[in-house]
């Protein structure tokens, strides 16, 4: 008994995986880097989205479908800096996929190719959600998203050298485009320079940073911890001594302590898309910044 | 250099108190003197080290960024320190460990906690009441090498007035495996079921299912190996052999140089939607027993009984998991579901000894049991469980020798296999509140008839608290 079923394991390994049309298999972690691939890898990859814009990627679980499509990918592509600590590391590790470890080319973390903000000066666990590498939320500063895909153009490459130019010609087109859009976006952000926000949770500091947008307090009072009645209750406070535009979040966030703040204050909430995916216009890279500054620029008016 | 400035400051930090007293401030001042100039030294150091790795910095940031491709960068952004640098920023090993600690109540003596029909192994007994530390611990991880991983849990809890260290798994998995294959050798939990393999710190209850501990001695862990298979398919589909020694519950003690238990099982699984995953199981576990001990039926104002089996024991277990997350994301709210059912078929004999008297009895029996649960999380922090639990056991006993047993019917109640019609059955509610994903606490109450005649109401309030590396978010 024991030994047929052994020998059955062994014919069912020897079943290789069928190859499908595209020619790399990407897992990403976050819509983000899916939609960035896509547009360097065209119809030459088959990019698969482990999260998508409704879901908070701290708390994802490594769920059996997970871990069945990083057993056939080719490339792993996530933010990195412990954003997903809690699952990635699961489905590397169950997915019996040697070409995907960390260290190897099929490893790929956006990370490791920006400027991370808010480095914490100390590790403690009292702080709330830290990260030791920095705020992870790198990708709302479009010039991340350049760093970021040029790394990325360069592995596509590396891994398919057979279509290596094709993959650069494609970053090119699309760093000439992002690049035109960026200057666009700068023009048309001008009126947002030094507008005070309240965020819901520190996810936009890179935002921030390109656009000139001061934080002046998030509702949240240590990354990941849900504010108290009392604590809003001080935002609100510190509100009246320094107000603030608008109140954003993303779509996952709980919407019930900005709602709260709305209707004491009167200040607008605006969901922003915060990922491709978060809302209808924000249907790549391209439109999420579109949909994320048209937003805020009607706040504003 | 350090060292000797840690050295000093520990010295330092001794003689303070001494120095109060003695009033020498000549020797204080001295002491200071030495340490300023160290300080000095050191920093000096520090200054040049720091000096060497901005210019190794600059170096690395000429070679690795910017080619030819790469956009000219603004100005007000400068460019990443640390690329392509891989360098963790945790510990290696990661460690972390993990309190836990409880108030139990029972209404009825834990000591004589039974489970007609079962033999009671491994550590399938209660905890004991009132203010207890549960198992502490210690957790290590890291890869070894590029082609080896390796964990180990080692658990601290007491036993009468000691502490016992118990080393609950110790396991190496290699990394470099192809074809979806993987492995694993050492001492580890069993993957046959969907709850063996979690330590009790995950456990969605503060104790295991009955079936667990009827069939199981709480949670089958043992020394041996491990292959195991992904299909490359949309579909998760995994398949599992595992070869054990046979020291531990369901098994007794090893005598074969490749052991006495296999296990084989299936696992699917998959996602419905955004918002549903599921997964379910078949495993089997055969089991060649020597001499496995366990705890008989105790009569009142007499030694403890004991029983040991020797024979085969084949236990079945099909199991199914289903989540639950609006658009998968489980932060607000979420919802569990899972069961498990499990089906064993036992020959051999069994020795039954209770004070001077030692008999031996021809034991054949079936035994079945499920649980089914839920918890759901209605507010963020804050779960709800509810779990029903239900064992029953159909044994034939005979005796072949009764060794100074009274009579028959003495030697097979002593065994504790004889159920006498009665199925252990078990209500169990559960509300607990993580205000992080390292801190909990519980307070779960059970309606517990596993004893034939009397219902024990037990209640417990338990935390668990998990300091060092980030946690899995197992499915």
Redesign the interface.
């Known amino acids: 008994m ?1 030994r047929r ?2 020998a059955l ?1 062994v014919c ?7 190859d499908s049309n595209a020619n790399l298999e990407v897992f990403a972690c976050e819509p983000e880097w899916a939609a960035l691939v896509e547009e360097i890898g065209a119809q030459r990859v088959e990019v698969f989205s482990a ?2 814009a ?3 990627v701290h ?7 997970l ?3 990083v ?2 990918a080719d490339l792993v592509v996530c933010t990195g800096a ?1 954003l997903e ?3 990635l ?2 489905l590397l ?6 070409a995907v ?3 190897t080319s099929g490893y790929f973390e956006a990370a ?5 903000l808010e480095k914490p000066a100390s590790l403690d ?1 009292a702080e ?1 959600d830290v990260h ?2 920095g705020n992870p939320h790198i990708h709302l ?1 479009p ?1 991340n998203i ?2 970021v895909a ?1 790394a990325l ?2 592995r596509l490459a590396a891994l398919d050298p057979a279509h290596a130019t094709s993959y ?1 010609a494609a ?2 087109d699309f ?1 000439r485009r992002w ?1 035109a859009a960026r200057a666009r976006w700068e023009q048309q952000a001008q009126p947002l320079r030094g507008m005070p926000v309240v965020v819901h949770h520190p996810s936009w500091v890179y935002l921030n ?1 390109w656009l000139g947008l001061r934080q002046v307090t998030s509702l949240e009072p240590k990354p ?3 504010p108290t009645a009392r604590q809003l209750a001080e935002i609100l406070n510190l509100l009246h001594a320094t107000p603030a535009r608008v109140v954003i979040r993303t779509p ?1 966030q ?1 919407p019930r302590p900005s709602a709260w703040l709305h209707e004491r204050a009167g200040l607008p909430v605006l969901e922003l898309p915060f990922t491709v995916g978060g809302s209808q216009q924000a249907s790549d890279l391209f439109g999420l910044f579109d949909s994320t500054i048209a937003l805020l620029l009607e706040v504003q008016q | 250099m350090s060292k000797r400035i840690i050295a000093a400051g520990v010295s330092a930090a001794l003689l303070l108190p001494s120095l109060a007293l003695a009033e020498s401030n000549q020797e204080i001042r001295a002491i200071r003197r030495e340490l300023e100039s160290m300080r000095e030294a050191y920093e000096m150091r520090l200054r040049e080290l720091e000096a060497r790795l901005e210019q190794a910095e600059s170096r690395a940031r000429e070679q690795t960024v910017a ?1 030819e ?3 000219v ?2 100005p007000q ?10 360098a963790p ?2 510990f290696n090993p990661a460690l972390s460990v993990i309190l836990q600690g409880s108030l139990n109540s029972y209404s009825q003596n834990p000591e004589d906690y039974a489970l007609p029909g079962f033999q009671l192994g491994g550590e399938a007994g209660l905890p004991a009441e009132g203010f207890t530390l549960d198992e502490t611990e210690i957790i290590a991880s890291a890869n070894v090498d ?1 082609l080896f ?1 390796a964990q180990t849990t080692i658990a601290l809890h007491d036993d009468g007035d000691e502490t016992e260290i118990e080393l609950e798994e110790a396991y190496v ?1 290699p ?8 492995g694993r050798f050492g001492r580890f939990y069993s993957d046959i079921g969907y709850l063996n393999r979690f330590h009790p710190h995950a456990w969605d209850f503060r104790d295991t299912p009955l079936a667990y501990r009827a069939f199981l001695g709480r949670q089958y862990g043992d020394d041996g190996v491990r ?11 995994s ?1 599992g ?1 595992e070869r054990f020694a046979g020291n531990n519950f369901p098994a007794g003690e090893s005598q074969r140089t490749l052991g006495d238990v ?1 296990s ?1 099982y299936l ?5 419905v939607g ?1 918002s549903h ?3 379910a199981g078949l495993s089997g576990l ?1 089991v060649d027993a020597h001499d496995r001990a366990g705890d008989g039926h105790a009569h009142a104002g007499e030694a403890d009984p004991e029983a040991s089996f020797s024979g085969d024991s084949t236990l079945a277990i099909a199991d199914v998991v289903w ?1 639950w997350a609006p ?6 709210r979420n919802l569990k579901l899972q069961s498990e059912f499990f089906y064993r078929d036992e020959s051999g004999d069994v020795t039954v000894s209770e004070g001077a008297a030692s008999g031996l009895l021809d034991y054949d029996g079936t035994q079945k049991g499920w649980y089914a649960q839920a918890v759901y999380q209605f507010i ?2 804050w779960r709800l469980g509810l779990r029903y639990d239900w064992l029953s056991a159909d044994n034939d006993l005979s005796v072949l020798d009764l060794g100074g047993f009274a009579d028959a019917d003495d030697a097979v109640a002593a065994s504790g296999l004889n159920s006498d019609g009665h199925d252990p059955q078990r209500w169990s509610g559960m509300l607990d509140w993580s205000p ?3 801190s909990r606490l519980r307070l779960q109450y059970n309606r517990d008839e596993s004893r034939a005649d009397d219902t024990d109401h037990q209640w417990t309030l338990q935390y668990l608290m998990s ?1 060092g590396s ?6």
Do not use: C
Request: aromatic letters at 6%.
């Open positions: 024991g079923i052994a394991l069912l390994a020897a079943w290789l995986p069928v999260t998508t409704q879901q908070d708390h994802i679980q490594a769920r059996p479908g871990i069945a499509r057993r056939r412990e600590a809690g699952w590391p699961v590790r169950r997915a019996g996929n040697p470890q960390p260290g490791d190719h920006v400027t991370m666990r709330g030791a590498r500063d010039r350049e760093h040029s153009g360069d650069r970053l090119a760093e690049q940073q990941g911890v849900a996952y709980d | 080619p491709s790469a956009p960068p603004t952004q400068p460019l990443p320190q640390t690329a392509h640098a891989h920023r945790s590029h991983a998995d990394l470099a495996l192809p074809v979806g294959l993987g292959l195991s298979w992904i299909a490359p398919t949309d579909i998760y589909l398949l052999a296999q084989l696992k699917l699984g998959g996602d955004a995953a599921w997964q055969w989540r658009q998968g994301n489980p932060r607000q963020p922090h992080s994903e390292f300091i980030h946690g899995a978010h197992e499915f």
